[in-house]
């Protein structure tokens, strides 16, 4: 029995040990570095680190590497030529060399590793990928590229983050500010229905406005962002506006939301309170169901007063809350946020839409 066990160990170690064995030996032997605030060196040792990661193939460290090919007057962090790298592969005695390089055009990062087979002294394995100029992600865009050249899969919304420039902003490819930033200003329509919408048509010497039950807007948002953490991004956004100058009103409202944003398809939502100053009466309505103006007809108590929209009264402030939702249209660094909202109340409805834009830094 003690020998069947014994056997058995034995099998698992010389298996365990052929396994290893058949492990083809790699060398990264080079780095080079063409952007100021990337260090070729460190870039170098994490090609090691995430190709041995996957156990594919027996890694020479660097250790080895300098003191075999210092010894042949051979300095690896000038070794870029395919002459130099099978010069390199040989005194190492390796099946595979590495070399790669990166490079910063314009706003744009390219990496380049490239893999020669030391049995035929070609160049077999190659992966050659554009990145946004982001130097702070080096690391991650070094851990797509070897992923690509190992065959491994990559998390494709990281991926897109960081090379497309159609994207949207979020940690992964913001690293400066981490948040889609959608300061600027808006405009649009605000429709009533309703008795606000009566009122609004209704003649001056009756209460009303004697205009039409819509209002352009326009005004500027600002944004306070809180929290971004994968596809979403929550904050806090503050706008000021004016309306109905279209119809020779000035209407000055407040408002705040908040609420969450996706980075993925820039769909968001917000809810939040909203303050305007707005001219309302004191007013009942009598037995025949017509509004009275308190200080002109005589109540008695029979009646309820309540204050409601007329052109007659002063200036009060009013308060309600806003539901808003809508998405952000994206052309290079030009976003286009479309946002549509409603305003319920008790007996009225207002609704709308409005739109704006601004310039990603």
């Not at 991650?140 to 491994?152: A, E, F, G, H, Y």
Request: with cysteine.
């Amino acid at each position: 029995m003690k020998t069947i066990k014994f056997t058995s160990v034995l099998i698992l170690v010389l298996l365990a040990h052929l396994s290893f064995a058949q492990l083809p030996k790699l060398a990264v032997v080079s780095f080079d570095a063409n952007a100021k605030d990337i260090k070729e060196m460190s870039l170098t040792e994490l090609i090691r680190i995430e190709i041995s990661k996957h156990n594919r193939y027996e890694m020479v460290d660097r250790y080895e590497i300098a003191e075999l090919l210092g010894k042949n007057d051979l300095n690896p962090a000038m070794c870029y030529s395919k002459t130099c790298l099978l010069r390199a592969g040989e005194l190492l005695k390796v099946d595979w060399v590495l070399s790669g390089n990166v490079d910063h055009i314009g706003e744009s990062l390219f990496i380049r590793l490239r893999m020669m087979n030391m049995s035929t002294g070609a160049v077999e394995k190659e992966v050659v990928k554009e990145f946004l100029y982001i130097p702070e992600k080096i690391n991650t865009m070094i851990s797509i590229c070897t992923n690509n050249l190992l065959d491994v899969p990559n998390d494709k919304m990281i991926e897109q983050s960081l090379s497309n420039r159609e994207s949207y902003e979020s940690a992964v490819n913001n690293p400066y500010y981490q948040k889609l930033n959608l300061t600027g200003p808006r405009m649009g329509f605000a429709f009533f229905v309703g008795d606000q919408a009566k009122i609004m048509s209704k003649p001056e010497d009756q209460g009303g406005f004697d205009g039409y039950p819509a209002m352009f807007q326009m005004g500027y948002q600002f944004e306070q962002q809180y929290l971004n953490e994968g596809k979403w991004q929550a904050l806090f956004e503050f706008l000021p506006m004016i309306s109905g100058i279209d119809q020779g009103l000035l209407i000055p409202s407040f408002t705040v939301l908040n609420g969450l944003r996706n980075n993925t398809n820039g769909l968001e939502f917000a809810i939040g309170p909203t303050v305007s100053i707005a001219r309302q009466a004191r007013m009942f309505q009598d037995g025949n169901g017509d509004w009275q103006l308190a200080n002109q007809v005589v109540n008695d108590g029979d009646y309820p007063e309540v204050y409601r929209m007329d052109s007659r009264g002063g200036a009060r402030l009013v308060s309600n809350v806003i539901i808003a939702a809508g998405f952000t249209l994206k052309s290079g660094k030009l976003n286009i946020p479309i946002n549509g909202f409603v305003v319920p109340s008790k007996h009225n409805l207002r609704f709308g839409f409005s739109f704006g834009f601004n310039a990603r830094k």
